[in-house]
């Protein structure tokens, strides 16, 4: 019995100076009707493959996911990592798959949507994580650099989605929620080949939702700031000039904090549920205020 319901219960005895028991059965069956109520998850039924699941905000994605009802393919390039992430879903009663890809090349592309087809029936939800960065200028990036950039960060999901529009059209619909940047809506020093293939992933959001309407599928883009990852907790550490870094950068952030994984995967959440039904080709930023100047 909860606390409530014992409150209650013990409300009604001292009232009326006998059991209450039929009233208390009452009581009680309206308590666990509001409780499953509640329980009820923005995402469930849903089946969603994320890609670049097994770290940072892939990791955080996958994980408020599950919590929110669905059945998650979590895909990377580790195997050990991304096992790690389905052994964690696994623990709140939701089915995961761990699933190898690299989402630069088609047949693997391929084989993680027909994966994910196969362990749960169907797939409906994709989002485009994985990526990629460099500290670049045009004339001082190696050519094959800019070719992995751009073959990570635009290619990738090129090639995602159109895996799992096929499947879509059998399911009646589905979503996309794509991971973009900040650097996809504005540009900054050193960043050449990211902003290109950020700003690629802008565009390609808005093409997609435009050609895929009508088929009910909704596509959009999340485009952070900088997100407190292991990584950028790497790149902004405990030494004078790391936290001299960290300093100037949160700075120019109005709200005056880095994003953090959770946040994104908060977003990626509405975005893959009923709850944004008529929101499609949107570029959200989630900066923190950053562009709003």
Same mark, same amino acid.
């Given at each position: 019995?909860?606390?409530?319901?014992?409150?209650?219960?013990?409300?009604? &005895?001292? @009232?009326?100076? #006998?059991?209450?028991?039929?009233?208390?059965?009452?009581?009680?069956?309206?308590?666990?009707?509001?409780?499953?109520?509640?329980?009820?998850?923005?995402?469930?039924?849903?089946?969603?493959?994320?890609?670049?699941?097994?770290?940072?905000?892939?990791?955080?994605?996958?994980?408020?996911?599950?919590? &929110?009802?669905?059945?998650?393919?979590?895909?990377?390039? #580790?195997?050990?990592?991304?096992?790690?992430?389905?052994?964690?879903?696994?623990?709140?009663?939701?089915?995961?798959?761990?699933?190898?890809?690299?989402? !630069?090349?088609?047949? %693997?592309?391929? *084989?993680?949507?027909?994966?994910?087809?196969? /362990? $749960?029936?169907?797939?409906?939800?994709?989002?485009?994580?994985?990526? !990629?960065?460099?500290?670049?200028?045009?004339?001082?990036?190696?050519?094959?650099?800019?070719?992995?950039?751009?073959?990570?960060?635009? /290619? =990738?999901?090129?090639?995602?989605?159109?895996?799992?529009?096929?499947?879509?059209?059998?399911?009646?619909? =589905?979503?996309?929620?794509?991971?973009?940047?900040?650097?996809?809506?504005?540009?900054?020093?050193?960043?050449?080949?990211?902003?290109?293939?950020?700003?690629?992933?802008?565009?390609? !959001?808005?093409?997609?939702?435009?050609? *895929?309407?009508? %088929?009910?599928?909704?596509?959009?883009?999340?485009?952070?700031?900088?997100?407190?990852?292991?990584?950028?907790?790497?790149? $902004?550490?405990?030494?004078?000039?790391? @936290?001299?870094?960290?300093?100037?950068? &949160?700075?120019?952030?109005?709200?005056? #904090?880095?994003?953090?994984?959770?946040?994104?995967?908060?977003? +990626?959440?509405?975005?893959?549920?009923?709850?944004?039904?008529?929101?499609?080709? +949107?570029?959200?930023?989630?900066?923190?205020?950053?562009?709003?100047?």
């Amino acid at each position: 019995m909860t606390l409530l319901a014992g409150l209650s219960a013990g409300v009604l &005895e001292s @009232r009326t100076g #006998r059991d209450s028991g039929p009233m208390r059965s009452v009581l009680l069956d309206a308590l666990l009707d509001v409780r499953k109520r509640r329980i009820v998850t923005r995402l469930a039924g849903k089946v969603a493959l994320i890609t670049g699941g097994g770290t940072g905000i892939g990791r955080a994605i996958a994980v408020a996911f599950a919590r &929110e009802g669905a059945s998650v393919a979590i895909a990377g390039r #580790r195997l050990e990592k991304v096992k790690d992430v389905a052994a964690e879903i696994d623990k709140q009663g939701i089915r995961a798959l761990p699933l190898v890809c690299d989402v !630069t090349r088609a047949k %693997e592309a391929d *084989h993680a949507v027909a994966e994910t087809v196969r /362990k $749960f029936g169907k797939v409906n939800v994709l989002v485009n994580n994985a990526g !990629t960065l460099s500290v670049s200028t045009v004339d001082t990036i190696s050519e094959e650099d800019w070719d992995r950039v751009i073959t990570v960060n635009l /290619k =990738g999901p090129f090639l995602m989605s159109r895996a799992a529009l096929r499947e879509f059209r059998k399911a009646g619909g =589905g979503t996309i929620v794509n991971i973009g940047s900040v650097l996809g809506l504005v540009a900054m020093k050193d960043r050449a080949a990211y902003c290109a293939s950020k700003g690629g992933v802008t565009l390609l !959001t808005k093409a997609m939702a435009l050609d *895929h309407a009508h %088929e009910n599928v909704r596509v959009n883009c999340v485009c952070p700031s900088i997100v407190e990852t292991e990584l950028v907790k790497g790149l $902004f550490n405990d030494s004078e000039q790391g @936290r001299r870094l960290r300093q100037s950068r &949160e700075g120019i952030i109005p709200l005056g #904090r880095f994003g953090k994984p959770a946040d994104v995967a908060e977003l +990626a959440v509405y975005l893959a549920s009923e709850e944004s039904s008529w929101l499609t080709g +949107a570029a959200i930023p989630l900066d923190g205020g950053l562009t709003a100047f």
